[in-house]
Nanobody, 127 residues
Framework: QVQLVESGGGLVQAGGSLRLSCTASASSRPFAHYSMGWFRQAPGKEREFVAAIIPWNGGSTDYADSVKGRFTISRDNAKNTVDLQMNSLKPEDTAVYYC?????????????????WGQGTQVTVSS
């Protein structure tokens, strides 16, 4: 099990940028072996996949179609961190964003694949 803490949320105007960070606690398993994902949940909606970075294939990344070309996920295995750089933000990006960790998970776009979740950080994009 790993504890996750997100930071970096806030209020931004449409077209602006935010960078979310997620720090994982020390674990008996190497952080580099975890698939790390970002999900978001808007009021009245289900939690949805945003982005993931997986341990193999040189740290491959994947994104939801709605954020491709605007968001970038990255990780620093030495620091046990994963970041989400969000550019060209839109009002529809407004949600609580969650960091999640799953040991060697392959179905990284499915919330139930993840064992550990952060507390979430609010992102609000004004029009």
């Amino acid at each position: 099990q790993v504890q996750l803490v997100e930071s970096g949320g806030g209020l931004v105007q449409a077209g602006g940028s935010l960078r979310l960070s997620c720090t994982a606690s020390a674990s008996s398993r190497p952080f580099a072996h975890y698939s790390m994902g970002w999900f978001r949940q808007a009021p009245g909606k289900e939690r949805e996949f945003v982005a993931a970075i997986i341990p193999w294939n040189g740290g491959s990344t994947d994104y939801a179609d709605s954020v491709k070309g605007r968001f970038t996920i990255s990780r620093d295995n030495a620091k046990n961190t994963v970041d989400l750089q969000m550019n060209s933000l839109k009002p529809e990006d407004t949600a609580v964003y969650y960091c999640a960790a799953a040991f060697l998970a392959t179905n990284y776009y499915i919330p139930r694949s993840y064992d550990d979740w952060g507390q979430g950080t609010q992102v609000t994009v004004s029009s």
